[in-house]
């Protein structure tokens, strides 16, 4: 923690694109609690995004998104783009929806795969219920992703669902 309290600014890395901020999430949390969120978020940020290190496991991932994503009241489609060594170019949030969905469409993934340059990918979404656990729908969607990628050679390595407390891989569930 004493790192991230030594950090003089919250500038975003321009390697991250994010949906505007959201107003639900300022209303559930302190402004000391955004703060030290924000923090956090940036001191990942430079670990994972600057030096270009690659995401190891689906827990190291699983945590960085957890960060991302947890406590919105709304459903978010974010997709992490990797290079073929695994690095992460850019981290984006997709498709933003309501309380129980987004509607996130195929075509725009596959658009910014082929500008972003990516050689594969990672998808996370939240779930705004709490519970983690994949539906059939995102089970599907999974799929028709997966497939529409394979056309580019663009491997999936995981989807993952966060929720309150836990995220779930598809990657550890042997789902993909």
Avoid at 71 to 84: K, Q
Avoid at 149 to 164: F, K, Q, S, Y
């Amino acid at each position: 923690m004493a790192a991230i309290g030594s950090q003089p600014s919250l500038k975003r890395s321009s390697r991250t694109r994010l949906l505007p901020p959201d107003a639900q999430r300022a209303r559930t949390l302190t402004a000391t609690d955004q703060a030290l969120i924000a923090q956090a978020i940036h001191c990942l940020e430079r670990h994972y995004l600057v030096k270009q290190n690659v995401l190891t496991s689906p827990e190291a991932t699983r945590d960085y998104l957890k960060l991302r994503l947890a406590g919105l009241a709304y459903e978010v489609f974010s997709v992490l783009f990797l290079d073929n060594r695994h690095r992460v170019i850019v981290y984006e949030e997709l498709f933003r929806g309501t309380l129980d969905g987004a509607s996130v469409h195929p075509r725009e993934v596959v658009r910014r795969v082929i500008e972003t340059n990516a050689a594969a990918v990672i998808f996370a979404h939240n779930h705004p219920s709490g519970v983690a656990e994949p539906s059939q729908s995102d089970l599907r969607l999974t799929q028709r992703l997966t497939d529409a990628l394979a056309l580019l050679d663009v491997r999936v390595l995981d989807h993952i669902i966060i929720g309150d407390s836990a995220g779930v891989s598809f990657a550890e569930r042997g789902l993909l």
